[in-house]
């Protein structure tokens, strides 16, 4: 069973248990009908993938026309797809649906208003792992529906080592050293960010390397193009900490390769939107 394929039997569990009594009660069992998903807002659609994958495992008669794909711009009124097939199975998938959908297009709209602020510049908007427990998976794939950028899954498919892990291990010089033994001795290839808050241990990285990118913490603009200036393209580079997107153009036009932005996944606006009879 692939990732997907277990969380929409994790959320299918949570919801319907043993039965959707409601639907079981009120519909014949043989009944057809048809419902479409009507937006009610405006932005960035996202998750008409993982409603396909739902009604799928819902009942996989349920037939779906998809009229506005993932990553299409939508407004108020329109039409996103149209499902088909037995009612009661339309009527347990709903909310699931929705579910998924409303905060999804919610990160891709958001994500997709990131990217366009920066337009021109040479800067990725990174999301983070700021996510809701159980949810990352979606989140994440709507950050790349809105055209940004994920940073690390997890923490098991990269290294970044963060100011309490060289606070705790005594240092800069001593975590990268500790981080490259280790790697080393289990045999993985995977990248190695660091996170640093001032010049001074940008220098200090600077001087010992065997990293991939630095992490600029909470740096103001001025200071990040000093620090990117000093880095002068031997390592990739990163501006994190309470980016707005009052401020993220300024930090994009410092040289940055990366701005992470944890709002993506925890300060967005769900997208309103209805699976309505018709």
């Known amino acids: 069973m692939t990732e997907l394929q277990e969380f929409i039997d994790r959320i299918y569990k949570e919801d319907v248990r043993e039965g959707d009594h409601t639907s079981l009660s009120c519909i014949p069992a043989d009944a057809e009908g048809r419902a479409r998903l009507i937006v009610k807002d405006e932005g960035i659609i996202a998750g008409i993938e993982l409603a396909e994958e739902i009604f799928n495992y819902v009942d996989p008669d349920l037939q779906m026309t998809i009229d506005l794909p993932d990553g299409s711009a939508v407004k108020y009124g329109d039409i996103a797809f149209v499902v088909k097939g037995k009612v009661q199975s339309i009527l347990t998938a709903e909310r699931l649906v929705l ?18 602020t920066i337009k021109g510049t040479n800067a990725k908007v990174l999301d983070t792992r700021k996510t809701a427990p159980g949810m990352r998976l979606i989140e994440k794939w709507a950050v790349r529906i809105g055209g940004a950028y994920n940073h690390r899954m997890g923490l098991y498919d990269m290294i970044m080592i963060k100011d309490n892990h060289h606070d705790f291990k005594g240092g800069i010089t001593p975590a990268i050293l500790a981080t490259q033994a280790y790697l080393k001795e289990k045999n993985l290839d995977i990248k190695v960010e660091i996170e640093v808050r001032n010049l001074e241990e940008l220098q200090e990285v600077l001087e010992v390397g065997q990293v991939d990118r630095i992490l600029l913490d909470n740096m103001d603009v001025p200071t990040t193009i000093e620090a ?28 940055v390769d990366y701005i992470s932005v944890g709002a993506l996944t925890h300060s967005y606006r769900s997208m309103d939107m209805s699976l309505k009879a018709f």
């Not at 990160?107 to 990131?114: E, P, Q």
């Open 228 to 255: 990117v200036k000093l880095v002068d393209g031997r390592f990739e580079t990163e501006s994190s900490g309470g980016i707005t997107l009052e401020t993220i153009r300024g930090y994009a036009e410092t040289g």
């Open 99 to 116: 579910n998924c959908m409303q905060r999804m297009s919610g990160i891709a709209t958001m994500s997709r208003t990131y990217m366009d």
